[in-house]
């Protein structure tokens, strides 16, 4: 009678583990870089919407020589100027004002 050496090659547990232990560090490491650059994200998008904002009030004093109301509901209720509507901060979700002396987007010093 002939014995045969069967040799399965399969991982041992401590090899599974090991390798779940891995992934799980590699998985935390990743989701901390995204989630720091989705927060950068929303900043600069603020900067941007407080650019847009100024530049519609610019056209708006051009236009109509005075400046909009702070609240800006005279120029974001205008289609001509905001067509999807007057943006919100979207670091806060607060609305924006501006100065009516200077015509200048006022806080959001993110």
Request: proline share 4%; hydrophobic share 40%.
């Amino acid at each position: 009678m002939k014995q045969h050496n069967h040799s399965a090659a399969a991982f041992s547990l401590v090899e599974l583990v090991a390798v779940v232990a891995m992934l799980g560090v590699l998985a935390t490491i990743i989701i901390r870089r995204v989630d720091g650059h989705h927060d950068t994200g929303k900043t600069a998008a603020c900067h941007v919407y407080q650019g847009d904002i100024g530049i519609q009030v610019e056209l708006w004093r051009h236009n109509t020589g005075t400046l909009p109301a702070s609240n800006l509901a005279t120029i974001g209720t205008d289609i001509n100027y905001f067509p999807g509507g007057l943006p919100t901060c979207p670091v806060d979700g607060s609305s924006y004002t501006i100065d009516t002396v200077t015509g200048l987007v006022v806080g959001h010093n993110h």
